[in-house]
């Protein structure tokens, strides 16, 4: 069974740092592009940073650039999202998702994980 399990979320201080996993099971991430979206409340679910198999790094947010890093260990089958200079408004679930490797544009995600908590609050 083809499954996204992201972990590492939490409660974090304005300006601190928290680094989201996505381990998958079932199947071997490194044939996919993978991607981390957020759902902040009362808004509509948005793309953060998405991944390709070749290491290329598509960014639907400028806003965020600098600040979030995306990674893969393909050898842990799981893909990283570093948060850092973290801010209240990044508050939101985050998910990660799985994309076919011919979306190059990481637009159609395909299989969802269950998502992960993170809260910026002082």
């Known amino acids: 069974q083809l499954q996204l399990v992201e972990s590492g979320g939490g409660l974090v201080q304005p300006g601190g740092s928290l680094r989201l996993s996505c381990a998958a099971s079932g199947f071997s991430l490194d044939y996919y592009n993978i991607g981390w979206y957020r759902q902040a409340p009362g808004k509509e679910r948005e793309g953060v940073l998405c991944i390709l198999r070749s290491g290329d790094i598509v960014h639907y947010v400028d806003s965020d650039r600098g600040r979030f890093t995306i990674s893969r260990d393909n050898d842990k089958n799981t893909v990283y999202l570093q948060m850092n200079s973290l801010k209240p408004e990044d508050t939101a679930v985050y998910y990660c998702?799985?994309?076919?490797?011919?979306?190059?544009?990481?637009?159609?995600?395909?299989?969802w994980g269950q998502g992960t908590q993170v809260t910026v609050a002082s």
């Open positions: 998702a799985a994309l076919f490797p011919t979306d190059y544009s990481c637009q159609v995600p395909q299989y």
